[in-house]
């Protein structure tokens, strides 16, 4: 059995629930209290060890059970790595069974723990179930000035917080022109230069000079666009009434015909 903390009694889809045996009582905090002694004396001597063997892995943090029983330390390296001296050594040491895990860097900063750009403990430490997939794509969307040190979270990969309000930009987009799309203003026909997402106001370059800000609602389509929008409609049904083909192909194929019966 292990010590857990309950952030939600809502079952999450795709997670497996686990019984819950009973609160700590105050026998169970003073054991916590020993363990958590035994598991700092655990990862200092791991770490004494990993240097006096030379090996080529980083001891990030370790977790003993309730009971005792287990010793689990978490590790991160580059290649794979022979720990079985390193095994030996912990085993004669804590008198029971060892476990080494490797793992990737943003497990590694869940289980270190530390507090983020915004001041806070780091969401991995604290409330996240899992790690979801994060892109370059989310920061685009929301505007976010794309340099990796203002991206980047505290085990060095983008900040998993870029996806909780990504949803919410990407829908909004959808109602807002596109930067470079042209548009028709109440003051006359321009092209887009910037986009504020959660005002939905678009920055225009007009065409008679200057620029102005708009809300979306009062853009439309110019008329040169609607103009050609027209004639693609046109020449698609054209190409329908004829059995998919367009004049010039019609030409090409009588010119062809005649050739051959000449």
Known sequence: ??????????????????????????????????????????????????????????????????????????????????????????????????????????????????????????CCATFLPSFEPISIRMAKDQNLALQHEKLAGYCGRLRCCLQYEHGIYRDARKALPKLGKRVKTPKGDGRVKDVDVLKGRVRVQLDGGGFGEFDSGELGIPEEILQQQQRQREAEQERAESGGESKSAKRRRRRKKKKEDG
């Open 1 to 122: 059995s292990d010590i857990a903390v309950v952030l939600s009694t809502k079952r999450a889809a795709g997670h497996l629930a686990r019984r819950v045996l009973r609160r700590l009582g105050a026998a169970d905090w003073a054991a916590r209290e020993q363990l958590e002694s035994r598991e700092k004396e655990a990862l200092a001597y791991a770490r004494s060890r990993v240097d006096a063997l030379g090996l080529e892995m980083k001891i990030v943090s370790s977790e003993l059970t309730l009971a005792g029983t287990r010793l689990t330390l978490f590790f991160t390296g580059e290649e794979r790595v022979d720990f079985r001296a390193l095994v030996r050594d912990l085993a004669a040491r804590f008198h029971t069974r060892i476990e080494l895990r490797q793992t990737g860097v943003r497990d590694a900063a869940r289980h270190t723990g530390g507090t983020g750009v915004c001041g806070r403990e780091l």
